[in-house]
């Protein structure tokens, strides 16, 4: 594919134009005849039409509960949701697809490890500056509870972590490491089968919240050698309300429950319960049924379009928004400006304009765009800044949709009269 200039932009997806027609959404005109620029997939991806249907098939034909109604329906239905199970485990290269636990949403299965992972006075728990708020506020909870000690790493200033101190801060105490694969406010790609194996080293588990990368990274858990891992659908063209915690199956079966109802339990008596394996032992009540189906229907699509296709695709378009950003005067990016380190996610600063104002010029011309800190504050700090504009492009993006926000952002230079 060309650019708007031209110009022949290699490592595109083929076939582009086909591929963005799997997503209806793609085709909207918004408000005052715009036509939708959609660059905030770290926010959430959208949906191609299969994820669509197959959600819309299953409540139109085969909704019933699963694990729980003995008739065809309650077979279907369990049998649907339980083949989503092995899609998101192949998806993964896991082991077994006992190692697959739905949950609500990432932040919740990391609540899931937090609550249940013992620790106690004199350990401690390693994360990092850059970390999504749930993998910051959840180990802070489970450290004033336990008595443990909460500990991270640093930032460099171009937006890697900042392992110079790494031996002080994983030690014999450490029971847990946990770290972001790919930041979503830096886009910074961390060395995660490294991290894993320095927590392996200490005696300590890892813990990698997969969000940002999952969408456009292989992952592959068995080359990472880690020990739990944690995704969210509405990332991956999923839907949301899932979410999933991949662990070894002996670590999990070694956890105690997270909730207590339906389906986790193997006896129940007035007196005392016990609890049935990984992963039923995870997934108490009615889990979310449709959404697995539509999870697993959208990791089917990405398997069938290539997650390394994805990634050269990912990598194409960052670095030609990189470039186009470089060329807005006055404007900063946060993070690594190489875009074989990054992922599709930029947040950025233009001198003179609140990032909230940016976002609302832009949305004026048809370009939706992130503003805020992110749910990354501490990150946002430790470059001065309390908020920031965040382009992120996906698999459906175009190098045009790239031109068009640089456009838009040289438009909001003179809607708020910024000089030369």
């Known amino acids: ?125 390693v994360i990092t500056e850059m970390e999504h708020h749930s993998n910051i506020v959840s180990w802070q909870l489970a450290c004033e509870r336990s008595g443990a000690e909460l500990r991270w790493f640093g930032l460099t200033d171009d937006g890697q972590l900042d392992l110079s101190n790494a031996d002080q801060l994983v030690d014999d105490n450490t029971k847990v490491v946990a770290f972001t694969w790919v930041s979503n406010m830096l886009g910074t790609i961390n060395p995660v089968a490294d991290l894993a194996a320095r927590a392996k080293a200490a005696g300590a588990v890892s813990v990698i919240d997969a969000s940002q990368a999952a969408p456009q990274l292989v992952v592959d858990v068995q080359a990472v050698v880690c020990d739990f891992l944690v995704f969210t659908g509405h990332k991956v063209c999923g839907p949301t309300g899932i979410g999933v915690l991949w662990g070894r199956e002996e670590l999990l079966n070694e956890l105690p429950p997270f909730h207590g109802g339906g389906e986790m339990i193997e006896t129940v008596t007035m007196a005392r319960s016990t609890y049935a394996k990984a992963p039923h032992r995870f997934e108490a009540g009615t889990p979310p049924i449709v959404e697995a189906v539509g999870l697993g229907a959208a990791v089917e699509y990405l398997g069938h379009l290539g997650l390394d296709a994805v ?43 609140h990032p909230h104002d940016i976002a609302q010029v832009l949305d004026s011309r048809g370009v ?7 749910c990354a504050k501490p990150a946002h700090a430790r470059y001065g800044v309390q908020s920031s504009t965040r382009m992120s492009s996906y698999l459906y993006t175009t190098p045009g949709e790239i031109d068009a926000l640089v456009e838009a952002l040289e438009y909001t230079r003179s809607y708020f009269k910024l000089g030369s």
């Open 1 to 125: 594919m060309t650019t708007s200039s031209g110009l022949r932009l290699p490592g595109l997806l083929p076939e582009l134009e086909v591929v963005r027609k799997d997503f209806p959404i793609l085709e909207r005109v918004l408000a005052g005849g715009q036509p939708l620029v959609y660059l905030d997939s770290a926010n959430t991806s959208q949906k191609p039409q299969v994820v669509i249907d197959a959600m819309v098939d299953h409540l139109e034909r085969h909704n019933a509960n699963i694990a729980r109604a003995m008739h065809q329906l309650g077979a279907e239905s369990t049998a649907a949701f339980e083949e989503a199970r092995d899609k998101v485990a192949r998806f993964l290269n896991a082991r077994s697809r006992n190692e697959v636990i739905f949950t609500k949403n990432a932040t919740e299965a990391l609540n899931l490890l937090a609550r249940t992972i013992e620790l106690g006075p004199g350990d401690n728990v």
């Open 311 to 353: 990634h050269a695709h990912e990598q194409a378009i960052t670095g030609y928004a990189l470039e186009g950003l470089a060329t807005v005067p006055g404007l900063t990016v946060l993070g690594p400006t190489d875009a074989t380190q990054r992922g599709g996610a930029i947040s950025f600063e233009l001198d003179g304009v």
């Open 368 to 374: 939706a765009v992130r503003a805020g800190h992110h």
